[in-house]
């Protein structure tokens, strides 16, 4: 991408749509991308180390779950695929990232049930039994604490949150972080220099 980020609330760039293949829990997916989008081009292997470390939801699970920082939304059809009649809200300030979701929810047969939407839209009274996340390092620190502290408050008493860090990009740092904040985090995994952390409430 050419000096715009990601996380762009409406990106200038070409829109280029491309398709993203990958599996995951069992099944093969395919869905829409395009450019202006985290990761157009395949899914993110930080993505795949947490589809794949982190435990997913029964298919007895009924949600409310939170991707957040959603891009196109592979880690939001996932969740409804594994989880047939969960509700997930698909969060992201990337305008175009949502309109791929829209379409990506419809290919997997979740349209009634992904509402992808950005942050503020998200009803106030929700409260989330998962929050799935690769969050947006990038943006910096203190809006990364923001973002985190934001949404780990609307974590069910007995929710879990599962997320996804690069080593490199302070995967250790945000752990300390977060356990400082007084999280219960633990690590679930670690592949290819990516670190899953597991995060709850503390007992
Ligand atoms: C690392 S990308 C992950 C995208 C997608 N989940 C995936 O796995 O391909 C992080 C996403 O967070 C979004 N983002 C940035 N700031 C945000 C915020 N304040 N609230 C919600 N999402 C945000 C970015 O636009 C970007 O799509």
Redesign the pocket.
Known sequence: MTGEH???ARPATEERRRTVRFSAAGREFSLVAAGG???ADR??P??AV?LRKAPLPSAQARGPFL?????????ACVLATTAPTATVYA????TR?LELVRHNAAAVGATDRIHAVT?DKVPDEVVFQQIW?????R?GKA?LHD?LRRWLSRLAPDGEAWLVVARHLGADSLHGWLAEQGWSVSRQGSQKGYRVLRVAASA
């Open positions: 990601y996380y762009s989008v985290f990761s899914l993110d930080g993505t947490l991707d957040l920082g959603c891009g196109y939304g592979p880690i969060v992201d300030v990337n990232a942050p996340s690769n969050p947006p390092i943006v809006d973002m």
